[in-house]
C-alpha cells in the first residue's frame, strides 16, 4: 500500500523538487499551506490508474487538512532544480475539492509528465534521465493579491490582484516594484484586468485597475520573507505568493536560473520603435510571426520574431524555433519571460496592441535589453 507523506516530511527522492523545497521552509517555520504528498512510487505502481485504496488513503488525508478548496500541483523529480525551472510543463489544477476530484487531478498530473510540450522541453534541457513524479495537494489560498518575488541583489516583485495564476499565466501586466538597500526604489502600475478566483476569471473593479495592489509595508514584508527563504535556501530565489487577508503565504520556492535584464532601462525614443518592458536579454533580428493561438503554430518558421498576446507551456516547443519573443501582456516572471532567458532568447513583454501594430512578416530587431522592437526597412 502507498502510504502518503506530509507535506512537512517530503525529500526530493520521494516527493520531487517542488514538494522537498515547501518541506524545509515548513520546517523553518515559514507560512506554507498545509498539505501532503502522493508520493513517486505511487505513480510508479499505478501505472496510470489510482487504486482504490490509494483513493481511502487521500480521503483520509483530506481530512487532516480541513474541508475546503485544494491546489494539486505537479512535483516531479525533473522540475524546480538548479539547472531548470520546467515552469509550467506539468500541470496545476485549482479549486479542487473532494477525494474524487483530487483523484481526477492526480491522473491528470501523471499523465502531463509524458506531454508533447514536457518531453520537448526535457530534450532541449538534455535531460536523458527517465523522470517520476510527485503530486503535492495543499489547501488553496484564496488571495486578495498574489504573485513572484525575484531575489537578489535588488529584490523584484510583481503581483495582480487574486490568484497569481494571472501573474505566472501572463494573461495580465501585473503592477511591479524594486527594492533596494531595504528601500522601494521603483513602482509601476501594471494593467489589470482581469483576475482569477479559484477557476473563475472576472473583470477587476475600475478603481483597482487605477492602484497599486499592494503597500510598500507589504512589499517590505514580503522582500524580508524572501531574503529569509534565499539564506535558507543558500542562493538566489524565484519565488511565488499569496496574501489573503493580511496573511502572506509563500506557495512555491526554486532557484534562479537565469538573470533578469537590469532594472529601470530606458529604451532609446525612436519613430520605429515600440517600447515594452525587457523581459529576457540580448538581440534578434528577422521576420515577425502574428500567432493568435496553437492553430497558427504550423506558420512559425526558424528565426521568426514571436508576436502573441501572451504564451502558455502549450506554446514552449515554439520557443526552440524562433529567433526572439514579443509579447502584449505579462511581467519578468511570466511564463514567456521565464522559458525564453532559459532559452536565451531575447524578449519583451506588455507591448499594448503589437498583434496589430506589426503585421506578419515586418522586419524588426528584438532588444530583450532595452525592452525595444524596431521596424527595419521602412
Given at each position: 500500500m502507498v502510504?502518503l507523506?506530509?507535506?512537512?516530511d517530503a525529500e526530493?527522492a520521494t516527493?520531487?523538487?517542488k514538494?522537498a ?14 498539505g ?9 505502481q ?5 487504486s ?6 487521500i480521503t ?10 485544494l491546489a494539486?500541483r505537479s512535483?516531479?523529480?525533473s522540475?524546480?532544480?538548479?539547472h531548470?525551472?520546467?515552469a509550467?510543463?506539468?500541470d496545476t ?11 481526477d ?20 534541457q ?7 513524479i510527485a503530486?503535492?495537494?495543499?489547501r488553496?489560498?484564496d ?6 518575488m ?5 529584490t523584484r ?13 501572463g494573461?495580465?501586466?501585473p503592477?511591479?516594484?524594486?527594492v ?14 482581469t483576475?482569477?478566483?479559484?477557476t473563475?476569471?472576472?473583470?477587476v473593479?475600475?478603481a ?6 499592494l ?8 522582500v524580508?520573507?524572501?531574503?529569509q ?8 530565489q ?5 496574501i489573503?487577508?493580511?496573511r ?5 520556492s ?9 532594472a529601470?532601462?530606458?529604451a532609446v525614443?525612436?519613430s ?6 525587457p523581459?529576457s ?5 528577422g ?5 493568435r ?5 504550423p506558420r ?6 514571436l ?11 515554439l520557443?526552440?524555433?524562433v ?7 505579462g ?16 524578449a519583451v ?5 503589437v ?6 512578416g ?7 535589453s532595452?525592452g ?7
Amino acid at each position: 500500500m502507498v502510504l502518503l507523506i506530509n507535506l512537512a516530511d517530503a525529500e526530493a527522492a520521494t516527493s520531487g523538487g517542488k514538494a522537498a523545497v515547501l518541506a524545509r521552509l515548513l520546517q523553518a517555520g515559514l507560512p506554507i499551506p498545509p498539505g501532503f504528498v502522493i508520493p513517486t512510487s505511487a505513480y510508479e505502481q499505478a501505472d496510470g490508474d489510482i487504486s482504490a485504496d490509494l483513493v481511502d488513503e487521500i480521503t483520509q488525508a483530506l481530512l487532516q487538512i480541513g474541508d475546503g478548496y485544494l491546489a494539486v500541483r505537479s512535483s516531479a523529480t525533473s522540475e524546480d532544480t538548479a539547472h531548470a525551472t520546467a515552469a509550467g510543463q506539468h500541470d496545476t489544477f485549482l479549486g479542487v475539492r473532494g477525494p474524487d476530484e483530487v483523484a481526477d487531478a492526480v491522473r491528470r498530473c501523471w499523465a502531463s509528465l509524458w506531454s508533447e510540450r514536457a518531453v520537448a522541453y526535457r530534450r532541449r534541457q538534455g535531460n536523458a534521465q527517465s523522470p517520476t513524479i510527485a503530486v503535492l495537494v495543499q489547501r488553496l489560498v484564496d488571495a486578495d493579491v498574489a504573485g513572484v518575488m525575484f531575489t537578489g541583489d535588488d529584490t523584484r516583485l510583481e503581483a495582480s490582484w487574486g490568484l497569481g495564476e494571472s501573474v505566472v499565466s501572463g494573461h495580465v501586466t501585473p503592477d511591479s516594484w524594486v527594492v533596494s538597500g531595504g528601500a522601494v526604489t521603483h513602482r509601476a502600475l501594471g494593467t489589470k484586468k482581469t483576475r482569477i478566483d479559484r477557476t473563475v476569471t472576472r473583470e477587476v473593479e475600475p478603481a483597482d485597475r487605477d492602484r497599486l495592489c499592494l503597500t510598500d509595508d507589504e512589499v517590505t514584508r514580503l522582500v524580508q520573507l524572501g531574503r529569509q527563504i534565499a539564506d535558507l535556501l543558500g542562493g538566489p530565489q524565484d519565488i511565488e505568493w499569496a496574501i489573503s487577508g493580511s496573511r502572506i503565504w509563500i506557495l512555491q520556492s526554486r532557484p534562479v536560473t537565469s538573470a533578469l535584464p537590469a532594472a529601470h532601462t530606458v529604451a532609446v525614443k525612436e519613430s520605429k520603435a515600440l517600447r515594452g518592458t525587457p523581459g529576457s536579454p540580448g538581440l534578434a533580428t528577422g521576420p515577425t510571426r502574428v500567432v493568435r493561438g496553437p492553430a497558427d503554430f504550423p506558420r512559425v518558421r526558424p528565426g521568426d520574431i514571436l508576436v502573441c498576446r501572451t504564451t502558455d507551456p502549450a506554446w514552449t516547443p515554439l520557443f526552440g524555433v524562433v529567433a526572439a519573443v514579443v509579447t502584449e501582456t505579462g511581467g519578468l516572471l511570466s511564463h514567456a519571460a521565464i522559458v525564453a532567458r532559459e532559452q536565451g532568447l531575447p524578449a519583451v513583454l506588455a507591448i499594448p496592441d503589437v498583434t496589430t501594430a506589426l503585421h506578419d512578416g515586418a522586419h524588426v530587431e528584438v532588444d530583450g535589453s532595452t525592452g525595444r522592437v524596431t521596424r527595419l526597412g521602412c
